[in-house]
């Protein structure tokens, strides 16, 4: 059996758990509902073919709204958050719209907590199903191992590919620098591929037509990445352009439900920890006070969105003239690039060595972020003489909001090049997703906690 086939039956009795697995749900939060009787009942018991009657219906809208997360793609789904949230948005749409469709359906009185009940349960029960076929896909369609990607070209875009799906920890990369039909068909043969994907389009079309060809008869998938993808990377939406097929490209960031969404996500969040901290942060602010000349509250411009320049907030760490002193201290900077580290920095105070430590000098930065100058994640915002120096590529860190942690502050904080910060900020811009966010948060708290590339 082929590899489309095994892909078909995989998927389709994906959907067939995904049925069950709400078809279930509903069931459950019928029984907890009504014989359980954990809240009392005013109306009675009503019979349970009255919510099977409407399970077809209960069906089909969870189905469309899964699809319509895109839960479904394999190649979009990178991380276990993104296919746990994609889980949770299909259950509260679809919950949503059921529970509207109740009030305009009057034949029947619905319970309201058992859809309460039953979206609980369907976010458990889809999720477990979809970590079932996670592993089965693995399993059934390629013997355990890992799926294999053959990059073809030497773009740079292909090495930007290859970094790119390395990250994602799914998928064997391999690759050849230059397109050999022959050679092609080799590694084809020789290894268990999930897809060959090229990158130069300086190709001879009749070489490529074989290898389609090829890729057809052996049921692998063929892509083609053109080299003017690097200017913009991001997403691309096809669309008929007066008459003519086009693609526009785009950041995820630059869709409004993303934005807004991500931006109530930021002041929710920020509040909440400025309250719960507020009795630690004034006890700082005494301590930073006494321990050195100078207010406790150190502000600084930087450069922001669109290169927008904005005051930055950070506790004090270092001595009131630390700026004025920097020009003197250059030739000791341990980074290469536009940018200045110092391990042993004689401007950091007794105090700012600690909060520095745990990175709690960070912390009034989400007072920028209720401003709306940061985001919780995102590119580092950079002072202005670093920003002046930046290149084409650099530049497109302020294509969003720069944030209090991101992913190379995850990922080796201080101990990484310059070039190895601008590189990673430039993978986030291009595969934001809200799961990526919330892991960035996870792996800063423990960053932090295990003081990984501190200052």
Known sequence: ?????????????????????????????????????????????????????????????????????????????????DEFLGVVRAVLFSTLLITAATFLYREYSYSRLVLIYSAIFSVIFLYASHMI?????????????????LLVG??????????????????????????????????????NLEEIVLTDTDVESTEIMK?????????????????MIELKMGELDYETYFGIPALSLKHPLQEPSNYYFKRISDIVVSMLVLMIFSPFLIFLYIAIWLDS????????????????????????????????????????NERSGAAFKMREDPRITRVGSFIRKYSIDEIPQLFNVLKGDMSLVGPR???????????????????????????????GRSDLTYEEMIELDIYYLENWSLGLDIKILIRTVSAVVLKKGAC
Not at 65 to 72: D, G, M, P, Q, V
Not at 168 to 187: A, W
Not at 392 to 410: C, I
Request: proline share 4%; glycine share 6%; aromatic share 16%.
């Open 1 to 81: 059996m082929i590899k489309n086939q095994r892909e078909f039956i995989l998927l389709f009795l994906q959907r067939v758990f995904d049925i069950l697995a709400v078809y279930f749900s509903f069931m459950l939060a019928y029984s907890f509902r009504f014989q359980y009787e954990i809240f009392s009942l005013t109306k009675g018991i009503p019979p349970i073919e009255q919510y099977r009657r409407a399970m077809p219906v209960v069906i089909i809208v969870y189905l469309a709204c899964l699809s319509w997360t895109k839960i479904y793609n394999t190649h979009r789904i990178i991380y276990k958050t």
């Open 133 to 149: 076929f996670r592993f089965l896909r693995s399993k059934f369609l390629y013997g355990g191992g890992k799926m294999g990607i």
């Open 154 to 191: 030497s773009s740079k875009v292909k090495e930007r590919l290859k970094k790119n799906i390395a990250r994602s920890g799914r998928f064997n990369v391999l690759h050849l620098s230059s397109f050999d039909t022959k050679k092609i068909k080799e590694i084809a043969s020789r290894e």
């Open 211 to 227: 290898v389609i060809n090829f890729c057809e008869d052996r049921g692998l998938d063929f892509k083609m990445v053109p080299d």
């Open 293 to 332: 000349p100078g207010a406790p509250i150190y502000s600084h411009l930087r450069r922001g969105f669109k290169g927008r320049d904005f005051k930055f907030y950070k506790f004090r760490s270092m001595v009131v003239d630390a700026d004025d002193r920097l020009e003197s201290l250059m030739k000791y």
């Open 381 to 411: 915002p950079q002072v202005l003489w670093e920003a002046a120096a930046y290149d084409e590529v650099a530049k497109r860190r302020l294509n969003t909001l720069p944030g209090v942690t991101g992913l190379w502050q995850v990922s």
